[in-house]
């Protein structure tokens, strides 16, 4: 179940809805379920039930002690509130009887009516669908004091949780009031009106999210935004000339006065506030130089992102929530680097995990800075053609999407378990497509017979878990090609491809072989690998026979017609 709850000043417009057709005729037989005293009025079970006097007399109930307050000087500007239940589409169908019994134990427990309080305030829950009630109450008690209502929202839904438990009804997934705004249904109505798939909020929400994963600075991050197309910006500022907020509209997005939307950052989003941009954007790394001698932009990124599944497992909550929402950043990132048939899928997969993002625990960004000063560097370099880089990094991101499902799990984050596993169904259809081409590239160049047997049996010492796996994977000829590349250029293929076992466990990858070749590709590129030797090293004659380089060449004919065979 799922509650909604809001204010409001007109009693009598609450109850002309509630008793009324509704916006597409989907309210059939509304009726009182119950009410404060059980004696309530009941418009929609009346002889007249379409006559106005029903509702004006249950309305009238409700507000009288709002008019004693009234006279008093003592009432509230927001006098209504309103709260909607909701029934899980997967539940069976609640009685009058049931309903009547959740609407009371919710306005007991948010404070509107408590148990055993003659002066709690009056309400009255009408249902007018198989679904869901509504509960109309006014906040003045009997006492003529204003109800204390304080965190309704969180009471109600611990109390739909026990409800849901002792009904046998769906467990439903439940946020921590982290999560972005949902767009209301006149902005949804509007945004399909307009012929968008998405709300005005909903975009300038992915506008901002994209500009402050390249920023790095708020100056900046404003800069970008002011050059985005179709985005208007506004800014306010302390009398020094600091930044003290922003907000953004859509042009073409106006009010009925033709006036444009402005939504604030903190309305689109939590942490696109200036403030928690500020403190995302300090815990940034000078950007990395590149130049002979260090790892490209890419090879940081990369190995930044291997590292967050074995972060995320170790007890400092704060550093990992750093690391997810930097790993995030690159996400929304990634679709400015990508070719332009991926753009659309990554795009999909930074909205999903923008949930996972966030959580009640506080993250301390600095945590994160190697990530986001590579992100950074690499948005101002060239990006590699072949496509390599991209699908090693999506292959670290996928190990990242089910480390933050496990972690989120733990930690009873349902709804961010939830959208980071959404990240990872559709980061694997991205990776697939990336991977396709430089993996079948490798493929290509497989390796004579021989050259595959003994690095059949290597596999077999080296990572016997998975050694099956790995054999019987479709990227088994692109791992055998880049040992042999390593081999060729003076690398330990049993030393490299130990390395690359001990990273990461193999355990989450779909295709452990593909996994071992974006790391063993990586390592050899690396200028600091420890895997390089030579045949030349003083090693015993037993360690000499089994570390010897293999030469890599193009099979034969009959070589290629032996493997089909």
């Not at 009997?142 to 304080?150: E, Q, S, V, Y």
Request: hydrophobic residues 40%; aromatic residues 4%; contains cysteine.
């Amino acid at each position: 179940m799922i509650a909604k709850i809001s204010s409001g000043k007109d009693t009598a417009g609450l109850i002309r809805y509630l008793y009324g057709p509704g916006r597409a005729n989907e309210h059939t037989d509304p009726h009182l379920v119950a009410s404060w005293d059980g004696f309530a009025p009941d418009p929609g079970r009346t002889a007249t039930a379409t006559a106005t006097a029903p509702r004006k007399l249950l309305v009238a109930d409700l507000d009288l002690h709002l008019k004693q307050a009234r006279r008093l000087g003592r009432a509230p500007k927001q006098h209504v509130w309103h709260c909607s239940i909701r029934a899980a589409p997967e539940d069976r169908l609640l009685t009058d009887a049931e309903w009547a019994n959740v609407g009371r134990r919710v306005v007991a427990a948010t404070g509107i009516a408590p148990d055993g309080d003659p002066d709690g305030c009056r309400w009255a829950a009408v249902r007018h669908a198989d679904d869901h009630i509504h509960i109309a109450a006014t906040k003045v008690r009997g006492d003529l004091r204003t109800a204390r209502h304080w965190n309704d929202y969180l009471t109600a839904d611990e109390e739909l949780v026990a409800i849901e438990k002792e009904y046998g009804l769906q467990q439903v997934r439940r946020g921590d009031r982290t999560a972005a705004k949902r767009p209301t249904r006149a902005e949804q109505e509007k945004a399909r009106r307009g012929g968008h798939a998405t709300t005005a909020r909903e975009r300038l929400r992915a506008t901002a999210r994209t500009a402050v994963s390249v920023a790095t600075s708020p100056e900046e991050f404003l800069t970008i935004l002011t050059a985005t197309d179709n985005v208007l910006v506004e800014t306010q500022r302390f009398p020094s000339g600091d930044l003290r907020g922003y907000k953004l509209a859509l042009k073409g997005d106006t009010n009925a006065a033709g006036e444009p939307i402005w939504y604030s950052g903190s309305k689109l989003a939590p942490d696109l506030s200036l403030p928690k941009i500020k403190q995302r954007l300090e815990g940034t790394a000078p950007q990395p130089r590149t130049g002979r001698g260090r790892p490209s932009p890419w090879h940081q990124a990369i190995t930044a992102a291997e590292r967050i599944p074995q972060l995320l497992d170790q007890a400092d909550a704060e550093a990992a929530q750093a690391h997810l929402a930097a790993f995030g950043e690159t996400l929304d990132a990634l679709p400015l680097l990508a070719p332009q048939n991926l753009r659309p899928q990554l795009r999909q997969a930074a909205s999903a995990f923008e949930r996972a993002t966030r959580s009640r625990i506080q993250a301390e960004h600095h945590h994160a800075r190697a990530l986001r000063g590579a992100v950074r560097a690499m948005l101002r370099e060239p990006t590699p053609k072949d496509g390599a880089a991209l699908a090693m990094l999506l292959d670290a991101a996928l190990l990242v999407a089910l480390a933050a499902t496990r972690w989120h799990q733990l930690r009873h984050h349902d709804q961010q378990a939830t959208a980071a596993r959404q990240t990872h169904l559709r980061l694997q259809t991205v990776y697939d497509q990336a991977a396709a081409a430089p993996l079948a590239a490798l493929a290509h160049r497989t390796p004579a017979v021989p050259t595959i047997e003994r690095f059949t049996a290597l596999v077999r010492e080296t990572v016997p878990a998975h050694a099956q796996q790995i054999l019987d994977d479709r990227a088994w000829d692109a791992l055998a090609t880049a040992l042999a590349d390593a081999a060729a250029t003076g690398h330990q293929p049993a030393t490299l491809l130990q390395q690359a076992a001990d990273q990461r466990t193999l355990s989450d990858a779909r295709s452990p072989a593909s996994t071992l070749t974006w790391r063993i590709h990586r390592l050899t590129q690396h200028p600091g690998t420890t895997a390089r030797t030579h045949a030349t090293t003083d090693t015993r004659p037993s360690d000499r026979a089994r570390t010897r380089p293999f030469t890599a060449h193009r099979p034969t004919t009959s070589e290629a017609q032996r493997r089909r065979r």
